[in-house]
């Protein structure tokens, strides 16, 4: 029985990652590469044959694409990506707004009262807690984006692509969160409440001697409101973003660019959505805070006493700038370990050809 060359055919999109691909476009259309430069009787995979007109070489990536191993490394690279940018940046975090009248002053304020070792108070359990939730949030991203693509087909996946971001980004976030609670407990209430422990070592026995395990858990619904609606933020606009400065500002295509140059737009796209998440998911981050800060309290709690403009805008230009950073600094780390491995900078390919039907 012939061999079925549909079944050759990966679902993903290219739109989603693009390697190099020796198609040219002209007005959005793809010019049809020459069946001649297959053997003609050839119907092998490994010439990734899509229908009699089309051809895409063979990837030459180091990793094949969507093996175990492409979810490993990219679950490796959340690691990296997560968990130093949010250790890095542990000093931001311990900037009260209601305290402090600017950033400046905080650090100001901060270093006379704790020295220098207090701007870095916590970062045991943040490096840890978020190291877990880099490595959830990007490899499960990579997968749910390649599964509901899969659903999807490539013409349904092309189509609603962002959709298929905000889906795969969500479901990821939702277990990564799982992940990074306990320690986000933790550290919030060694942040927040001086005196309290020095960091995880004694933090961490004397949080569960008074609010026990399921304190651990107390702030995830909370988390997954600040969270989630980040992470689709994140993905669904960074996605977007890399593709629209591929599009209409970067003169030449991604597979022509050096790698630096993409990592440079990567890091561009990521500072610009991370502007967005910030703004985003500040609510749910101050309810989080307070929930973590305050014993028994309830959301309801968190209302009355910051109220619903408070809610909205306490810390929100420090926040901004933050999560702008760190979200610029988190792409650009990300994809340095996915070109350092071998694999192509995430997004800013072309849409993928339309596959004859038989």
Known sequence: MAKNNHSCQSLIPSFLYSSSVGSSYNGGVPQLLQQSKLSPSSNSCDHGVLSKNFVIPAPSEKIEMFSPAYYLACTA??????????????????????????????????LKEQGARGFFRGWVPTLLGYSAQGACKFGFYEFFKKYYSDMAGPENAAKYKTLIYLAGSASAELIADVALCPMEAVKVRVQTQPGFARGLADGMPKFLRSEGYSGLYKGLVPLWGRQIPYTMMKFASFETIVEQLYKNVIPTPKDQCSKNLQLGISFAGGYLAGILCAIVSHPADNLVSFLNNARGATAGDAVRQLGLWGLFTRGLPLRIVMIGTLTGAQWGIYDAFKVFVGLPTTGGGAPAPAVAKP
């Open 77 to 110: 690279g959340g690691v990296f990506s997560c968990g130093l940018t949010h250790m890095t940046v542990t000093p931001l975090d311990l900037i009260d707004p209601s305290k402090y009248k600017s950033i400046t002053s905080g650090f100001g304020v901060l």
